[in-house]
């Protein structure tokens, strides 16, 4: 049985980029917000503690997938 973690332990970037570095490895790409989710990481603490999948995945060095707003214009 998994232990828990400890309060405010997702409030730790480094927590949240070394799990999201694990299953990146794992997948062999960075992973999407469902992939995460299926991995259990906690998506709610990405995105209320972090600004999202899209500022980690900027914060780890990695492209955005989304083209920026009005790009098709």
Do not use: C
């Amino acid at each position: 049985m998994k232990s828990k973690k400890p309060n405010g332990y997702w409030k730790d970037i480094e927590h949240i980029k070394e799990r999201v570095e694990k299953l990146s490895k794992k997948l062999g790409h960075f992973p999407k917000a469902l992939e995460m989710q299926k991995d259990r990481l906690p998506l709610w603490a990405i995105y209320h503690y972090h600004g999202g999948v899209n500022r980690i995945r900027t914060l780890m060095g990695q492209p955005l997938l989304k083209k920026p707003n009005h790009y098709w214009k």
